[in-house]
């Protein structure tokens, strides 16, 4: 009796066996060709991925200067209305930075640096600088900001120095509104100065 059901648990072992490796039977991994396109796909989708990283980096860095820009400017225009004096600031193309000073209207200098001298970021470049419809090819730049909230009417295109400059959309173009004092960014354009108005 112990040796029958013996048997009869061997040939349920049996019957079961075999078809739990039926399923594993034809396969014994992944075939060389198989792995190899796998890792071509990947290989593709990050060197894709990486160049359009990269290509988006150089665009952030442009945009960034563009609003930290904007930003000194609006700094500089409050400073100028709430200690009813002019503020300048200027802005160093040798050095690749810009700061805010108090000055008189005719660019004396009452305390130099009032806010701390920020850099522009690695790579990119002032490309052209208009007062009104002159352009200023002094490496020397300012943009007064009067107490009245006026300021000098300017307009600044901004771009990475490895991008096609005969491309609008490399550009990020920084507009100063004289009567106002206001200052807007054009993104990915290169605004000619007669462009918008605030």
Not at 71 to 80: E, N, W
Not at 164 to 193: H, I, M, W
């Amino acid at each position: 009796m112990l040796l029958a059901g013996n048997r009869i648990n061997v040939q349920q072992l049996r019957s079961v066996q075999p078809s739990r490796h039926a399923a594993c039977r034809g396969r014994r991994g992944f075939s060389a060709l198989e792995l190899t396109a796998a890792i071509l796909i990947i290989l593709i989708l990050s060197i894709t991925g990486m160049a359009g990283v990269r290509f988006i980096g150089i665009h952030d860095r442009t945009e960034q200067s563009a609003r930290r820009l904007t930003h000194a400017f609006s700094t500089a225009r409050s400073m100028a209305i709430a200690n009813n004096s002019t503020y300048t600031v200027r802005i160093d193309m040798a050095h690749r930075n810009y700061w805010i000073d108090e000055t008189t209207v005719g660019l004396q200098t009452i305390a130099a640096k009032v806010v701390r001298p920020e850099l522009l970021e690695q790579g990119v470049v002032i490309d052209t600088f208009l007062y009104g419809t002159t352009v200023n090819t002094d490496p020397a730049r300012v943009v007064r900001f009067f107490a009245d909230g006026s300021s000098d009417d300017v307009t600044i295109m901004m771009c990475n120095e490895t991008d096609d400059r005969g491309d609008a959309s490399n550009f990020y173009t920084v507009r100063v509104y004289g009567p106002t004092g206001q200052c807007r960014v054009f993104e990915k354009q290169r605004l000619e100065p007669s462009v918008g108005t605030l």
